[in-house]
C-alpha cells in the first residue's frame, strides 16, 4: 500500500486539530459528516519533491528542498520514534504557485510533471494521468487562496 497523501485547505492549524480529533488521527477523506472538508486524495504524490518540482515549474524557478518546508502541526510534538499519520502546512508560496497556474497551461505543465523521476513508480506515467490530479492541487489552491486559507497535507505511512 505505502504512504499515501491527501491534501486539503483550512483556516488555521487550530482547524487542523479540531479536524485531527473529529477523525481520530484519519484522512481527511473519512471526516464526512463531522467536519466539511475541501480535500484531495493524492495517493502517491508526496510534497517534498513530487510536488516540489510541480511547484517549482509553477513558480517559473529551480528545484529545491526548501521550496516545500511546512510546519509539523499535528500531531503536536511528535517525535522521531512516531510511526503513524501526521499533518503538515504546505507553504503558502506553494499554495499560491499553484493557484496562478492558468487553465490553458494545465495540460503542458501535466506533460513536464510526468517526465520527472518520482512519476515513474507505475512505469511510463503520461499527462493524461497526472492532469486530473493537477487540474484538482489547482483546484484546491485557488479555493483555498480565494479564501485566505493554507494548504496541508495528512500523510499516512
Known amino acids: 500500500m505505502g504512504v499515501l497523501y491527501d491534501y486539503f485547505r483550512m483556516p488555521d492549524n487550530s482547524a487542523v486539530l479540531d479536524l485531527m480529533a473529529s477523525t481520530h488521527g484519519g484522512s481527511p477523506l473519512t471526516a464526512g459528516r463531522h467536519i ?15 510536488l516540489g518540482k510541480l511547484v517549482a ?11 516545500m ?11 522521531e520514534s512516531y510511526e503513524g499519520a501526521f499533518v503538515c502546512s504546505v507553504p503558502d508560496l506553494a499554495r499560491d504557485g499553484l493557484a496562478g497556474i492558468a487553465d490553458e497551461d494545465l495540460r503542458a505543465l501535466a506533460a513536464r510533471w510526468a ?21 484538482d492541487l489547482v483546484g484546491l489552491a485557488r479555493r483555498a487562496n480565494g479564501a485566505d486559507e493554507h494548504l496541508y497535507f495528512w500523510c499516512s505511512v
Open 36 to 50: 466539511s472538508v475541501d480535500v484531495v486524495d493524492a495517493k502517491h504524490i508526496e510534497p517534498a519533491v513530487t
Open 69 to 79: 518546508d511546512g510546519d509539523l502541526v499535528w500531531p503536536p510534538g511528535m517525535d
Open 115 to 135: 517526465q520527472i523521476e518520482e512519476l515513474a513508480w507505475s512505469g511510463s506515467v503520461g499527462p493524461t494521468t497526472m492532469l486530473p490530479i493537477l487540474t
Open 57 to 67: 515549474c509553477a513558480l517559473e524557478v529551480p528545484f529545491r528542498l526548501d521550496l
